[in-house]
T-cell receptor
Framework: DQQVKQNSPSLSVQEGRISILNCDYT??????FLWYKKYPAEGPTFLIS?????DKNEDGRFTVFLNKSAKHLSLHIVPSQPGDSAVYFC??????????????FGTGTLLAVQP | DSGVTQTPKHLITATGQRVTLRCSPR?????VYWYQQSLDQGLQFLIQ???????AKGNILERFSAQQFPDLHSELNLSSLELGDSALYFC????????????FGPGTRLTVT
């Protein structure tokens, strides 16, 4: 049962344009969402997060939007740069009785930014 | 550089063997997490420790065990290895273990032949 879904395995965008990566979740217990970027042969790198009490969080070129009613979040990258080319993972953690913030990951979206 | 270190980077071993993967968290982080990334799956949560105590378990096989030591480094022990255990194993750390970001190490690539 995939609780966090990234339905687009890949996305190709021109340099300077907007990249929009999408993520859907099914577990209403999730209250904290994160995006990670991963290059080959490296560990995931934290990008940006959002709490369920917010619907938007912005950090430089990266903005995450959360639509709780639709159980959907998205990551916008503006403007996209070739160095943004990587696999992007959406992750969620929830209220597991206050004991843990283990992350449930999506399967990732490979973003290719074309020069 | 996330500040999380993992050793070794690569490990090749035979079926039936036992290996130990090591992780040192970022300075000041009390919580350590282990994740497995197989070829056909995303990152799967295995286990979390907080300040030396087990905090949560995920899809961790009984052949696998972990511990966190007083100096907060952690080890993941994998025994009776099978071909299907070949994967990338990531360690992550966070300061408190609740509501904060996790920072990942570079991973250990395990190949079981």
């Amino acid at each position: 049962d995939q609780q966090v879904k990234q339905n687009s395995p890949s996305l190709s965008v021109q340099e300077g344009r907007i990249s929009i990566l999408n993520c859907d979740y099914t577990n209403s217990m999730f209250d904290y969402f994160l995006w990670y970027k991963k290059y080959p042969a490296e560990g995931p790198t934290f990008l940006i997060s959002i709490s369920s009490i917010k619907d938007k969080n912005e950090d430089g070129r990266f903005t995450v939007f959360l639509n709780k009613s639709a159980k959907h979040l998205s990551l916008h990258i503006v403007p996209s740069q070739p160095g943004d080319s990587a696999v992007y993972f959406c992750a969620a953690s929830g209220n597991y009785g206050g004991a843990t913030n283990k992350l449930i990951f999506g399967t990732g979206t490979l973003l290719a930014v074309q020069p | 550089d996330s500040g999380v270190t993992q050793t070794p980077k690569h490990l090749i071993t035979a079926t039936g063997q036992r290996v130990t993967l090591r992780c040192s968290p970022r300075s000041g982080d009390l919580s350590v997490y282990w994740y497995q990334q197989s070829l056909d799956q995303g990152l799967q949560f295995l286990i979390q420790y907080y300040n030396g105590e087990e905090r949560a378990k995920g899809n961790i096989l009984e052949r696998f065990s972990a511990q966190q030591f007083p100096d907060l480094h952690s080890e993941l022990n994998l025994s009776s290895l099978e071909l299907g255990d070949s994967a990338l194993y990531f360690c992550a750390s966070s300061h408190r273990g609740l509501g904060d970001e996790q920072y990942f190490g570079p991973g250990t690539r395990l190949t079981v032949t």
